[in-house]
T-cell receptor, first 116, second 118 residues
């Protein structure tokens, strides 16, 4: 079974600085998708960025980028120029690309604090 | 609709009562998912629907939990004889799927129902 591990329960960053959130996963599959979701106090999960395992190039979405290391099964999220609105819970997630594999598995989350 | 809608937003119930939680997915989204999030924890998968069938209900924690879906529309999660450990936020998500292989898109989530069993 696949697992997703986020080893940092909490992280803190100064406004305008850069922070990296860690995520590792375990799978025997070769084709899958990885995601980072943000959950602000409103509770609604928002998709931040996604990565397809067969793509070597790291995904980037504005101030958000990932460092995808497939061999190491690592998928970290880098937030540049941190803003107060980035404060939230961040969840790393895994989804199989095999036939019928629709379920997404989430890590335990990392709470990010942004200091003014 | 424009987004995934869940109701009620908050529900307080007495231990032993039954509750129904509702999810209205994005129109046209064939797949629907229920997750449970206990306080300060990650998301725990409960059940997945493709259309109105549930190919994966492996996450339902006990036979007190059941869910149904009408066509590719509304889903209801029912918890019978609620217990205090059922207190959590119940999140619903939907996605557009074709065939039997997941697309690379992520889910669209609702804002959840916070259930408190007293």
């Amino acid at each position: 079974a696949q697992t997703v591990t986020q080893s940092q329960p909490e992280m803190s960053v100064q406004e305008a600085e850069t922070v990296t959130l860690s995520c590792t996963y375990d799978t025997s599959e070769s084709d899958y998708y990885l995601f980072w979701y943000k959950q602000p106090p409103s509770r609604q999960m928002i998709l931040v960025i996604r990565q397809e395992a067969y793509k070597q190039q790291n995904a980037t979405e504005n101030r958000f980028s990932v460092n995808f290391q497939k061999a190491a099964k690592s998928f970290s999220l880098k937030i540049s120029d941190s803003q107060l609105g980035d404060a939230a819970m961040y969840f790393c997630a895994y989804r199989s690309a095999r036939t019928g594999g629709f379920k997404t598995i989430f890590g335990a989350g990392t709470r990010l604090f942004v200091k003014a | 609709g424009a987004g995934v809608s869940q109701s009620p937003s908050n529900k307080v119930t007495e231990k032993g009562k039954d509750v129904e939680l509702r999810c209205d997915p994005i129109s046209g989204h064939t797949a629907l998912y229920w997750y449970r999030q206990r306080l300060g924890q990650g998301l725990e998968f409960l059940i997945y629907f493709q259309g109105n069938s549930a190919p994966d209900k492996s996450g339902l924690p006990s036979d007190r939990f059941s869910a149904e879906r009408t066509g590719e529309s509304v889903s209801t999660l029912t918890i019978q004889r609620t217990q205090q450990e059922d207190s959590a936020v119940y999140l619903c998500a939907s996605s557009l799927e074709f065939g039997r292989v997941a697309k690379e898109d992520g889910y669209t989530f609702g804002s959840g129902t916070r259930l408190t069993v007293v």
